[in-house]
């Protein structure tokens, strides 16, 4: 790959990585607003005690 090729592939991935954060603002703000009170995080969380509860969560995979 040359150097233009690297620059535009550059821009692709800067592009798409934008779009994914303001998803994912987007996303903490709407679970917030139904009650999640720390987002996203609460949502995981959440997320990991019911997998708990199934036995199906094992967290030596959770990153």
């Not at 917030?32 to 005690?49: C, P, Q």
């Amino acid at each position: 790959m040359d150097n233009e090729d690297l620059l535009k592939k550059l821009a692709e991935l800067e592009f798409t990585n934008d779009q994914l954060v303001s998803e994912l603002g987007y996303l903490d703000q709407l679970m917030r607003s139904i009650g999640f009170s720390e987002g996203l995080a609460t949502v995981k969380a959440t997320a990991h005690e019911l997998m708990e509860r199934e036995g199906s969560y094992d967290d030596t995979e959770a990153a």
